[in-house]
């Protein structure tokens, strides 16, 4: 049950991929639901080379398929249908293939732009939302009944002070969480003293739907396939590169010539895939992990990266993000249709609890990937090269690998079966 004091059943803080995402998921469903973002919403640009590319588990695949957006982002997004790790210079490597496992792709590759315009499309047809966008929180309070907001427009409204009540908040709203800040939401942090370049790479040889992930003793390098403007001649040629530094090689890095930066990349990467011809632009950001200490209070859950932020080895963050949306969507949905109150802490423990162990599961898998390929102890690198072959020798050990990678190992929420709620 929710009461209907409320101006709304929800509000979502964060008008992100994951706060649009829970947006969409509960379209249909009797409830009222605000959205507010700080940024306006902007699409119709046209697309360009140097679109950021976010990687896409087959378990988001089937969330979107749940929500319905899949038919809307097939032909836009790039299938991976082979993966390859291996750490520079020693014999160890693994390799993945999505027809040993059964499935159309390990994963897939799509814009920020691409996923950005489809779910603003969708955003717009969602009848019982409402979208309250610029506009900034300014403060939070819990009450035992209900949420109270405070925002601030901005743009025409600019200055304008408005209260919203609720039954529920849910903070999307990133890494640097206002909310998570205001209620004063302990976090557990560890700097990992590195930088990340993200950029786009044009290939001589095509990709081939091929993945790669490198260990370097300068730290993780994953080129992702990505397609390129199908009227261009070499379609199959770009790949989305995320480059870990540390930051005075990523400043370096950064501010070097196109020829000098492809030229140590290259170094770094091998001949896998040819000469590599062309660089975008650059961009860094650092890298830490972050994980709140709470994901739920009475009133109050965390989804996506207000919740955790991960090192972008592995390709993780975004996926374990939008198994939160599909988790906290049917925990609402199902309270609400069981007559109960939907920001009531017995309601949302079971979304913290549900979600606990696949947080800890992706966040411990990451962390140790980096800690294990950043010592170059010799006999620890020669364990970890004896382990990366014998996944790629048994079966097994494999299988379970992939399983995880793709999102579909645990206990899953409606959604994330591909089923609507």
């Not at 899949?70 to 027809?99: K, M």
Request: hydrophobic fraction near 40%; include cysteine.
């Amino acid at each position: 049950m929710t009461s209907n004091n409320t101006d709304y059943d929800l509000i979502i803080v964060g008008g992100g991929l994951a706060g649009v995402s829970l947006a969409i998921s509960l379209a249909q469903q009797p409830l009222r639901v605000a959205l507010i973002e700080a940024h306006p919403f902007r699409t119709g640009a046209p697309p360009s080379y140097d679109d950021r590319g976010i990687a896409l588990s087959y378990g988001s695949r089937r969330i979107f398929e749940g929500l319905g957006l899949w038919p809307e982002l097939t032909p836009r997004v790039t299938p991976i249908h082979h993966i390859h790790v291996s750490d520079q210079g020693r014999f160890g490597f693994t390799r993945l293939e999505s027809a040993q496992e059964h499935v159309d792709a390990l994963g897939y590759v799509a814009t920020a732009r691409t996923l950005g315009e489809v779910l603003i499309a969708q955003l717009a047809q969602v009848s019982n939302l409402d979208l309250i966008s610029p506009a900034q929180l300014i403060e939070l309070k819990l009450g035992n009944d209900h949420a109270t907001a405070i925002i601030e427009h901005q743009g025409d409204k600019q200055g304008l002070l408005q209260s919203l009540t609720a039954s529920l908040v849910v903070a999307a709203d990133g890494g640097h969480s206002a909310v998570r800040q205001q209620l004063d939401i302990r976090t557990t942090q560890r700097d990992y003293g590195q930088t990340a370049i993200v950029a786009n790479i044009s290939t001589q040889c095509p990709h081939d739907n091929r993945a790669f992930e490198r260990f370097t003793r300068h730290g993780p390098l994953a080129l992702l396939p990505l397609d390129s403007d199908k009227s261009s001649e070499a379609p199959d040629h770009r790949c989305a590169l995320v480059w870990t530094r540390s930051p005075a090689d990523a400043e370096r890095l950064l501010a070097a010539s196109e020829t000098d930066f492809l030229s140590e990349l290259q170094q770094c990467f091998g001949q896998r895939l040819g000469r590599l011809e062309k660089v975008g632009q650059r961009h860094s950001y650092p890298l830490k992990l972050i994980r709140a200490r709470e994901q739920v209070r009475a009133r109050l859950a965390l989804i996506g990266n207000a919740a955790h932020t991960l090192h972008p080895i592995a390709g993780q963050g975004f996926n374990l993000g939008l198994r939160d949306v599909a988790t906290l969507a049917q925990v609402i949905v199902d309270a609400h249709r069981a007559g109960e109150n939907i920001g009531a802490l017995s309601t949302l423990e079971p979304y913290a609890q549900w979600r606990q162990r696949d947080h800890r599961k992706v966040i411990g898998f990451t962390h140790a990937l980096v800690r294990s390929f950043s010592n170059r102890f010799p006999p620890l690198a020669l364990a970890r090269n004896t382990g990366l072959l014998a996944t790629d020798l048994l079966p097994p050990l494999k299988h379970s690998l992939a399983r995880h990678s793709m999102g579909l190992a645990g206990k899953l929420p409606r959604l994330a079966r591909g089923l609507a709620l």
